[in-house]
């Protein structure tokens, strides 16, 4: 509670004018907000983690049952909307999301699966090159991905595996990652970092990698689960070699969603590259020919294995459909600016109760701040229990992190003052 009654209520005031302003506020209507147990809506902070449900998901869903019903293995050309090309439905509002050309992604698999098919392709290992440049703190299922890489080409991940290393609060310095390519960028066959950090919530120049990986003639590919739907990306200008992506986060496609995937468009007629083929990756015009000689489909496309699941995709296309309306320049703007309201009402009223950990510049973080309790560890998940039983959802990540992920398609500045208002509660009652 805050000693001073007419601060809470300029704080509120003013939180509340920001979300009238806001030219977003319409969107949270379209999203199932999770009640806490109180009745109340949540204020919902894992946005990172689960992205939340959108009103029409669940018609999209009843849609494809339905055609399923009635039309049966029809559906795949008539019906509401035909499963055949299904998803291509999807694939200008991928592009859109992460920057790219139409035919440089596809919505395919999940996130692991597709950064193993892009290194079957892209990590193509040599006695004098084959280590892959990752970060210390990655993602695990990323350093498993590119050990047993590694491994599978008959090389020791304990020498081929070069591992950055960021300050205190895990944030890697540009210069770090741009002395390990001058380091040992001639021994290196494969860069893959992540867009935003999945712990400190860091952000990277992904052009700045990319140009100085490839002058040194590595691959690029990045990771971009914690980006895409986040930051406002070009990855087509960029220039990476490819990138992969989940959608559940903040793509808000569903837990387990279908994950996309993107090649940049150099590569899209690279038919001599070595990869997993499978038959929906076959060129179209001649996949029903039913013939066991494989040509690949020009782009992205040509990378898929499986005809795809459309009970995966029908949540993907409906939240795309989201991000079109919203366009992700104007999402990214309202992001800033309320991640920076975030941390400033932090800084204003819990200064001495948390740090943040994710860099303060709105370049090189997304919209999320990941936070310390100062202290032992315990208090860490003391607040964090005392949030969650205040209807305030939040991350806790081993050992000390919680992650707060203000997303701008449904969380409001009176959710940061909400959260605000909780932690100094907890340290008033300590
Ligand atoms: C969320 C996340 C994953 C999860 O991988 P799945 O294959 O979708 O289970 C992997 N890597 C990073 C960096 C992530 O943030």
Request: aromatic share 8%.
């Amino acid at each position: 509670m805050y000693s001073d009654p007419i601060s809470v209520a300029a704080a509120e005031a003013q939180a509340l004018t920001l979300d009238a302003r806001d030219p977003l506020a319409g969107m949270r209507d379209e999203f199932l907000i999770p009640r806490h147990s109180d009745g109340s809506e949540q204020a919902y902070f894992c946005g990172n983690s689960l992205g939340l449900q959108p009103r029409a998901t669940r018609q999209a869903l009843a849609d494809e049952l339905d055609d399923w019903q009635n039309l049966a293995v029809e559906a795949h050309f008539r019906g509401k909307h035909p499963w055949m090309p299904y998803h291509e439905l999807v694939r200008e509002d991928l592009a859109a999301v992460v920057g790219a050309k139409p035919h440089e992604v596809v919505a395919m698999n999940s996130l692991t699966v597709n950064l193993h098919l892009m290194m079957v392709s892209f990590y193509r290992p040599t006695a004098q090159r084959h280590a892959i440049l990752i970060e210390r703190s990655a993602f695990p299922s990323d350093h498993h991905a590119v050990a047993s890489q590694i491994r599978f080409h008959g090389f020791d991940p304990a020498s081929a595996l070069i591992q950055l290393d960021g300050d205190a609060n895990g944030v890697i310095a540009e210069d770090t990652i741009l002395r390990a390519l001058d380091e040992h960028g001639e021994r290196i066959a494969l860069v893959l970092l992540p867009g935003v950090q999945y712990l400190s919530g860091q952000a990277f120049d992904l052009a700045a990698i990319t140009q100085a990986a490839h002058a040194k003639g590595c691959q690029v590919g990045f990771d971009l689960a914690h980006a895409a739907g986040n930051l406002d990306l070009r990855l087509h200008d960029i220039g990476c070699d490819f990138a992969a992506w989940c959608s559940y986060k903040y793509l808000n496609a569903g837990p387990g969603a279908i994950a996309g995937c993107f090649v940049h468009e150099r590569h899209a007629r690279a038919d001599e590259l070595p990869r997993f083929a499978g038959w929906w990756g076959h060129d179209p015009a001649t996949r029903f020919l039913m013939r066991p000689q494989f040509l690949p489909a020009f782009g992205a496309d040509g990378w898929q294995l499986s005809n795809p699941p459309i009970f995966a995709l029908a949540p993907l296309r409906v939240s795309l459909a989201q991000f079109r309306r919203a366009g992700m320049a104007v999402l990214r703007a309202k992001s800033v600016a309320l991640t920076a309201y975030f941390e400033r009402l932090i800084h204003a009223h819990v200064p001495d109760v948390l740090d943040v950990l994710t860099p303060a510049d709105p370049a090189q973080r997304g919209c999320q701040l990941s936070l310390r309790v100062k202290g032992a560890r315990e208090a860490g998940r003391s607040l964090y229990d005392h949030l969650h039983a205040h209807g305030i959802v939040v991350d806790w990540r081993e050992p000390d992190v919680i992650r707060a992920a203000p997303t701008p398609l449904y969380n409001r500045h009176i959710d940061c003052l909400r959260f605000v208002r909780a932690v100094r509660d907890w340290a008033a009652a300590r």
